[in-house]
């Protein structure tokens, strides 16, 4: 059995590291302001939720 030819495997993930440690910026870094939007989106989308919760339990409660 030929033993196997590791360097394209070497290359190619040296190649990787090489590409991230170039990228200075993340797209977080780059667009705070879309990061800032999906933040309030979730916050209201959990008020929300947890209003509907909350509604469904209390008319739980008075019919019982």
Same mark, same amino acid.
């Given at each position: 059995?030929?033993?196997?030819?590791? %360097? !394209?495997?070497?290359? %190619? %993930?040296?190649?990787?590291?090489?590409? !991230? /440690?170039?990228?200075?910026?993340?797209?977080?870094?780059?667009?705070?302001? /879309?990061?800032? /939007?999906?933040?309030?989106?979730?916050?209201?989308?959990?008020?929300?939720?947890? !209003?509907?919760?909350?509604?469904?339990?209390?008319?739980?409660?008075? /019919?019982?």
């Amino acid at each position: 059995m030929a033993a196997l030819d590791m %360097s !394209l495997v070497a290359r %190619s %993930s040296e190649a990787a590291l090489q590409h !991230l /440690v170039k990228r200075k910026k993340n797209f977080a870094q780059r667009e705070p302001g /879309v990061i800032l /939007v999906f933040c309030i989106l979730g916050a209201v989308g959990f008020l929300l939720i947890g !209003l509907f919760i909350q509604k469904k339990l209390s008319a739980r409660k008075q /019919v019982q």
